[in-house]
């Protein structure tokens, strides 16, 4: 199956859920999906490190995708608070998210630690999602595709064609996120993420580029979450705190299989 015939979908729980919460949340979520194939969709959830070893004991990589929300591009050293890829691979995780708009604008990543972070990621086995996009300065500055552009070039740099099998993206406008994030409307967040989609295929030519999933994040809901889906340039949603619910995340995923599976046939 091709990559782009799945749907990818998941969370970030950022600092919420106990070792408990997250443990009942991934069993719960499992149990409310099983009924899909996951040859069709991609799941996948990045908790807190604290709940990942407790999270991955109680879901299989069959049943759950299971991120981390950091990591360090080095393998050991004095790099105090940071977790490395060993640690990570320890405990079984699959996917690295790197770039989220807090890490950047919190913790003042640049993306030059962006890129070595990609790069450590896809050589240690892992999956990298890098997390871009504008803040509200840069959309009325009118250059949110310039932004997008440079943390795309900048981050994926040295970042081959090999590599780049393991890569997803997630298209966050940093004024979408949050609890007072604003959603993007359909359609821009449609016309960003071709933005995207053909810089992909300038750094690693149409057939490569073109397979990279590209996914929506920024205050996705149930109420929105359909017409994003229909999007053609839209290859996945990841969503804040209305997957947080298990049962309400569910029915997000339910809801929107059936128009992606039908969006495919609409697109080929």
């Known amino acids: 199956m091709e990559r782009l015939d799945k ?17 009942e949340f991934v069993s719960k979520l499992y149990e409310l999906t099983a009924d899909i194939n996951r040859e069709e969709m991609e799941l996948f959830v990045i908790p807190s490190f604290t709940t990942l070893n407790n999270a991955r004991k109680t879901v299989s ?3 759950l995708m299971l991120g981390a929300q950091n990591m360090c591009w080095e393998e050991q050293g004095q790099y105090t608070g940071e977790i490395s890829p060993i640690m990570l691979q320890e405990i079984g995780i699959d996917l690295v998210m790197i770039g989220h708009s807090e890490r950047r604008h919190i913790f003042c990543e640049r993306d030059l630690e962006e890129n070595k972070k990609v790069i450590s990621a896809i050589e240690h086995g892992f999956t990298a999602l890098l997390c871009v996009g504008e803040t509200e300065e840069q959309k009325e500055n009118g250059i949110s595709d310039e932004i997008l552009r440079v943390q795309l070039k900048c981050g994926l740099k040295n970042v081959t064609k090999a590599m780049a099998e393991k890569l997803w993206i997630a298209y966050e406008p940093v004024w979408a996120i949050g609890v007072n994030g604003k959603p993007a409307s359909a359609e821009y967040a449609n016309e960003k993420q071709a933005v995207i989609k053909r810089c992909l295929m300038e750094l690693f030519g149409e057939e490569s580029g073109s397979e990279i999933p590209v996914l929506y994040g920024g205050s996705v809901n149930n109420q929105n979450a359909p017409e994003l889906i229909e999007k053609e340039n839209i290859d996945g949603l990841f969503i804040g705190r209305s997957a947080w619910n298990a049962e309400n995340f569910s029915n997000i995923i339910h809801m929107v299989m059936p128009l992606f599976k039908e969006r495919k046939i609409k697109y080929k």
């Open 7 to 23: 749907l990818y979908i998941g969370t970030n729980t950022k600092m919420y859920k106990t070792i408990k919460d997250t443990e």
């Open 61 to 63: 990589k069959e049943q």
